[in-house]
């Protein structure tokens, strides 16, 4: 049903925002050699990646009813599946180069390049003939779609917001841990090296889990197989998830402290 606009349309906003972000903090370490911009820069772009997925996901959804069809090589859906292999590029770059200051300054480059696709997806409806809608929210006039449908979807913009800073924070801690390693590594003292990555893929794991649980979600929502209320319990469940390992976090890194009566 319509309710796919809901997981659809965020999904892909924040695709487009998460690579904006990911290449101002590129340039920024490029320019200014600040490796922790060079570390947010490497946090945002598996989760800008996963954005995308799920935006062409759900527009296949979408599209199998209204076009008819999976896929077409429509301008708007080649253009954002061209962001999903720049996201991958960029991963991939970054993989190959076991030296972290060689990885971050060729990934920078191809951040800073693949930008010029963001404005691409957004004015692909308006430069070509497609069979993707227009702009419906994001234009000069006013926005074409109903109130009582602009609200929900503005407060979904919101959630993947929050959810896109949180995930970034979680994945940042990841990249500072593994660099450390890396310099602890080369010092010659790999046992604290291997307890930094250990606790970097702990981190890790957990923000996947996470991320799997609320796409599924997401996707039983737009089917239409779930109900309301059980997505509040789900959701729910995910947020204490996602407090409890943010405090046990924050605890052993010594921030907090529990208390013992």
């Known amino acids: 049903g319509f309710r796919i606009l809901y997981v659809h349309a965020p999904s892909a906003w924040m695709s487009m925002f998460t690579y904006v972000v990911m290449a101002v903090a590129a340039g920024v370490g490029l320019i200014w050699r600040i490796k922790l911009a060079h570390a947010a820069a490497a946090a945002c772009a598996p989760i800008g990646a996963s954005f995308t997925f799920l935006a062409l996901a759900t527009g296949s959804i979408w599209g199998k009813?209204?076009?008819?069809?999976?896929?077409?090589?429509?301008?708007?859906?080649?253009?954002?599946?061209?962001?999903?292999?720049?996201?991958?590029?960029?991963?991939?770059?970054?993989?190959?180069?076991?030296?972290?200051?060689?990885?971050?300054?060729?990934?920078?480059?191809?951040?800073?390049?693949?930008?010029?696709n963001v404005p691409i997806i957004h004015y692909s409806v308006n430069w070509w003939s497609t069979l993707h809608q227009p702009a419906s929210v994001t234009k000069f006039d006013k926005p074409s779609i109903d109130l009582a449908m602009l609200i929900p979807l503005f407060l979904m913009i919101i959630g993947f917001q929050l959810y896109f800073g949180w995930a970034v924070s979680r994945r940042l801690r990841g990249e500072i841990l593994r660099r450390e390693a890396?310099?602890?590594?080369?010092?010659?003292?790999?046992?604290?090296?291997?307890?930094?990555?250990?606790?970097?893929?702990?981190?890790?794991?957990?923000?996947?889990?996470?991320?799997?649980?609320?796409?599924?979600?997401?996707?039983a929502l737009a089917d239409g197989t779930l109900r309301v209320p059980e997505v509040k319990r789900a959701i729910g469940d995910i947020s204490q998830r996602m407090l409890a390992q943010t405090l046990r976090g924050l605890e052993r890194d010594g921030y907090v402290t529990r208390e013992v009566h």
């Not at 429509?74 to 993989?95: P, Q």
């Not at 590594?185 to 970097?200: I, K, M, P, T, V």
């Not at 893929?201 to 599924?216: F, I, N, P, R, W």
């Open 65 to 116: 009813p209204m076009w008819g069809t999976w896929w077409v090589w429509d301008a708007r859906l080649t253009s954002e599946l061209l962001l999903l292999f720049l996201y991958l590029g960029y991963m991939a770059l970054r993989a190959s180069f076991d030296d972290p200051q060689r990885a971050d300054r060729a990934s920078a480059v191809l951040a800073l390049v693949g930008v010029i």
């Open 182 to 219: 890396l310099a602890l590594n080369a010092s010659g003292d790999a046992q604290g090296a291997l307890a930094l990555l250990e606790r970097a893929a702990g981190s890790e794991a957990h923000l996947d889990a996470v991320y799997a649980d609320q796409v599924e979600i997401l996707l």
